[in-house]
């Protein structure tokens, strides 16, 4: 069995489902940063925001949001590409 481009057309029939697929998303991030930040703003609450520094998931986390969102987005900006 060969995947190639052309089968990739097989996921167009998925578009009805496009609504919840971002959902499932959306609700997958809000996990991601409850449990991310649910230690560190109790740590924040003591010491105030003057310790702050981003750790390296934090930035991971806010690189994925980003490239979730423009892949949610894709289909408003492809016509102009």
């Known amino acids: 069995m060969t995947l190639g481009i052309a089968s990739f057309g097989g ?3 998925l578009t009805a489902y496009r ?3 971002v959902g ?10 409850v449990t991310t930040y649910r230690a560190r703003w109790r740590e924040l609450r003591q010491i105030g925001l003057q310790g702050y520094r ?3 998931h934090e930035v991971v986390l806010w690189l994925i ?3 979730v969102g423009l892949l949610i987005a ?6 102009f590409l």
């Open 11 to 13: 996921l167009a029939s």
């Open 19 to 21: 609504p919840y697929f």
């Open 24 to 33: 499932v998303a959306a609700l997958a991030l809000l996990w991601s940063y």
């Open 54 to 56: 981003p750790q390296a």
């Open 65 to 67: 949001t980003a490239l």
């Open 74 to 79: 894709f289909p408003y900006y492809n016509p």
